[in-house]
């Protein structure tokens, strides 16, 4: 063990509710995302930060990671000492299970940063500096080699990974956030708002952009009623194509007949944060 390792953990024990395949939509999008990333990196470690009361979701990204990159490694941090006491039987080739916080007490690093369901249990105010630390935590870019360096992709699920958003961030900070969904799930788009990771769900009100957004997408959606008729699918491409008038979505119809749209985080930043 490092120093590093040896020293209190940075963070507060949340409750550690998890479930099998809750992480599907955020692991096929980090797999499609960052797996080029991961796969040119000479050693690609991925954190999965607060993986909760069962190793779960470690053991899938795994596995989701190493079909893109199979040379991943996957490192589960938990500030629970009892948690990982419990997931070190589930270790494996690529597969460990280390105590630790947000100080992250792994020696390289990491090309992945994944906080599932973390950030939500602690204060809006305490995300800016958390983002911060673990962004500085990340393998930096290397434009030489093409590479923007590592990924933090932290957000919000419901308890069986029905509705997701989440933010990823690369070393420079906030790049783009993402809404994911169950089609057949979805009564209006703006059913997600519940998800919204910590940095945007208190400022879902009038005059803060997210609200704006999530407004124009029930007016889309309403418009692309019609398209219903093909399927909810048809109906959320077309929703999401509308969006693009406005909004800079930054994804394309490959994405969006997974039930995925992903817009610029400077589009939808809270009025008075840095827009990097
Ligand atoms: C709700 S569970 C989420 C489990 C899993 N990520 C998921 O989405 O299903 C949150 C977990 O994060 C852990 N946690 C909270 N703060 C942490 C920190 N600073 N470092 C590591 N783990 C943390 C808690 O102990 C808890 O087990």
Redesign the pocket.
Known sequence: MTSRAASR???????????PN??RRMDRWIAAAHGAELRRAADPVAV??????APW?AVELLARLREKAPRTRVVG????PA?VAAAKPYERDGLVFRH???EIPVPQRPLLVR????L???DEAEVAAVWERLCARLAPADPARGSRGGLLVEGT?DEIGRRHVWVALGPEGPRTVTFATRLGSLERPSDLAERLPKALIHRNVPGEPVHSFLRDFDRAWAAAAPYASYGTRQRWIRTVRDLTADWPVVDGPSRWRQGEVTVAWGALAPRGVPQS
């Open positions: 953990p940075v963070g507060t024990v949340t409750r550690g509710t998890t479930n809750r992480l999965d930060l607060g993986y909760g009361a979701t941090v938990e500030i629970e948690r630790g916080g947000f906080a599932a369901n973390v939500r249990q602690y699920c």
